[in-house]
């Protein structure tokens, strides 16, 4: 079992940046892939960002260019910066760890994604 804590959330203005965060614990070892999903007020979940061993990025086109993921090993943990924040990021973030291998589409499925944590919510004022 893998256990996730994020944290960084919280309220911005349009156009601030913000830094989440999320602690990884127990069996880190067997993690392949680490995630962040973002659920806004009245819509589905959707995918943000994820980074898979070997480090292989993946982008959801909504936010590309101006979220960033990372991750860092001797932590177990990750982030996702976000720049240039718009009102329409305001969601809770969701940060999610897969051990099982996945490519292409699979790694933006949140059926790769095994453990997930309690969110963190983040609110963008226009």
């Known amino acids: 079992q893998v256990q996730l804590v994020e944290s960084g959330g919280g309220l911005v203005e349009a156009g601030d940046s913000l830094r989440l965060s999320c602690a990884a614990s127990?069996?880190?070892?067997?993690?392949?892939?680490m995630g962040w999903f973002r659920q806004a007020p009245g819509k589905e979940r959707e995918f943000v960002a994820s980074?898979?061993?070997?480090?292989?990025?993946y982008y959801s086109d909504l936010m590309k260019g101006r979220f960033t993921i990372s991750r860092d090993n001797a932590k177990n943990t990750v982030y996702l910066q976000m720049n240039i924040s718009k009102p329409e990021d305001t969601a809770v973030y969701y940060c999610?760890?897969?051990?099982?291998?996945?490519?292409?589409?699979?790694?933006?499925?949140?059926?790769?994604?095994?453990?997930w944590g309690q969110g963190t919510q983040v609110t963008v004022s226009s």
């Open positions: 127990g069996r880190t070892p067997s993690i392949y892939i």
């Open positions: 999610a760890a897969g051990t099982r291998t996945c490519v292409g589409f699979g790694c933006r499925d949140s059926n790769s994604f095994d453990s």
């Open positions: 980074l898979r061993n070997g480090g292989v990025r």
